[in-house]
């Protein structure tokens, strides 16, 4: 076994909205007046590259934004919609986690975020209490799948790449991690993670 397991955490962990699985933004139009499409095209294309590498903050970019996409709703507003409706937990994973840890696995949460979500994640979602530890873009200052997330990850938890497990849903992420020497696993919705890792 590795000595650390890594593990995505959006499409291995958490899988979108509670309920149907859906994009936390199908319904946004609806409920905060927003067009998903105006979302993209003014918030995400242009600046989550340095939200979720930590050169802005998501909230101060998102206030800047919303004179083009709402006057009736608040950074504060769309965060806690966004937050809230993209936390569907695998519980299967959590308790597989458990498992493996009871059985001496270190498991770090290894995923593009910024800082906002990635406490969110931890505190608010009670990840924190299945894994030793995130490592994530922000804080890296890196994003999946450029060689520097993978370097400094690995630096953060003190191992060798090749004490690594990559498990993630991209297969992008999966190569990457391979090409920086860690092993690495794509992760198919449905399979247990306990079995996998063994395999």
Not at 83 to 101: I, K, N, P, T, Y
Not at 125 to 137: E, K, N, T
Request: glycine residues 10%; hydrophobic residues 50%; proline residues 3%.
């Amino acid at each position: 076994m590795a000595r650390w397991l890594m593990l995505d955490v959006d499409g291995v962990v958490v899988n979108g909205r509670p309920g149907d699985g859906g994009s936390w933004a199908t319904d946004i139009e609806r409920d905060l007046g927003i067009s998903p499409d105006a979302l993209q095209s003014v918030f995400f294309a242009p600046h989550w590259d340095a939200i979720v590498t930590g050169r802005a903050d998501l909230g101060d970019v998102l206030e800047a934004c919303l004179p083009a996409l709402s006057r009736s709703v608040t950074a504060a507003d769309v965060i806690d919609y966004w937050f809230a409706r993209d936390s569907a937990v695998d519980e299967a994973v959590l308790g597989d986690c458990d498992a493996l840890r009871a059985g001496g696995t270190r498991i770090a949460l290894a995923t593009n975020q910024d800082h906002r979500r990635a406490a969110y994640l931890m505190d608010r979602l009670g990840l924190g209490r299945h894994v030793d530890a995130m490592v994530h873009s922000a804080a890296l200052g890196a994003r999946k799948p450029d060689r520097a997330f993978f370097d400094a990850a690995a630096v953060s938890v003190g191992a060798d790449p090749g004490d690594l497990v990559l498990v993630d849903d991209t297969a992008r992420n999966v190569d990457a991690a391979r090409e920086a020497g860690w092993r690495a696993i794509h992760w198919t919705k449905g399979v247990r993670l306990a079995r996998l890792v063994a395999g």
